[in-house]
T-cell receptor
Framework: EPEVTQTPSHQVTQMGQEVILRCVPI?????FYWYRQILGQKVEFLVS????????KSEIFDDQFSVERPDGSNFTLKIRSTKLEDSAMYFC????????????FGEGSWLTVV | SQQGEEDPQALSIQEGENATMNCSYK?????LQWYRQNSGRGLVHLIL?????REKHSGRLRVTLDTSKKSSSLLITASRAADTASYFC??????????????FGKGTKLSVKP
């Protein structure tokens, strides 16, 4: 069964450093998303992306964050100048289209900021 | 904003028993999705139920939706130890026709003892 793949599975970074989390969405999907889950808390929406632009973003997704689809298969989340509170599991997800389709999630990337 | 909240927060049962988890939300929805998460792992999609549907089945899973009560339930029949996981409901934002901004609840932690 097709799946969303994410790399790295775990990354430890120094506070203030930049990190890039990578995702390969399911190949025929057109909508891509990033979510995060701080340990012990709810899964939270960050951003949705379609047709090479952001279609929706949450309050969490401030200027520190950016997303990009650098080629036909990858979808990245960049976090500039990481803070301790950015430590979380970051999930990439994708769906075929809008309008009530299933959203498929990857295994996640654990980010630990020290 | 709408919010999915699962009930109970934790559930412990014996293998072979049925497990019922409930989810309540606050505003109108396009659809509601149930996910499973094994500890520290990704979100596995279980079932999507649309707002005009009342019940859906998938294998040992049965989901109901009552839009008048703004609630949904997930029933797992004949549970197995491998069903041990956290279960989340997620509702879409449903404003402006957007999709992908899923609102997750805190989840029900299910423990199935062999």
């Amino acid at each position: 069964e097709p799946e969303v793949t994410q790399t790295p599975s775990h990354q430890v970074t120094q506070m203030g450093q930049e990190v890039i989390l990578r995702c390969v969405p399911i190949s025929n999907h057109l909508y891509f998303y990033w979510y995060r889950q701080i340990l012990g808390q709810k899964v939270e929406f960050l951003v949705s992306f379609y047709n090479n632009e952001i279609s929706e973003k949450s309050e969490i997704f401030d200027d520190q964050f950016s997303v990009e689809r650098p080629d036909g298969s990858n979808f990245t989340l960049k976090i500039r100048s990481t803070k301790l509170e950015d430590s979380a599991m970051y999930f990439c997800a994708s769906s075929e289209s809008r309008g009530g389709n299933t959203i498929y999630f990857g295994e996640g990337s654990w980010l630990t900021v020290v | 904003s709408q919010q999915g909240e699962e009930d109970p927060q934790a559930l412990s049962i014996q293998e072979g028993e049925n497990a019922t988890m409930n989810c309540s939300y606050k505003t109108s929805i396009n659809n509601l999705q149930w996910y499973r998460q094994n500890s520290g792992r990704g979100l596995v999609h279980l079932i999507l139920i649309r707002s005009n549907e009342r019940e859906k089945h998938s294998g040992r899973l049965r989901v109901t939706l009552d839009t008048s009560k703004k609630s949904s339930s997930l029933l797992i029949t004949a549970s197995r130890a491998a069903d041990t996981a956290s279960y989340f409901c997620a509702t879409d934002a449903s404003y402006g026709g957007s999709q992908g901004n899923l609102i997750f609840g805190k989840g029900t932690k299910l423990s199935v003892k062999p």
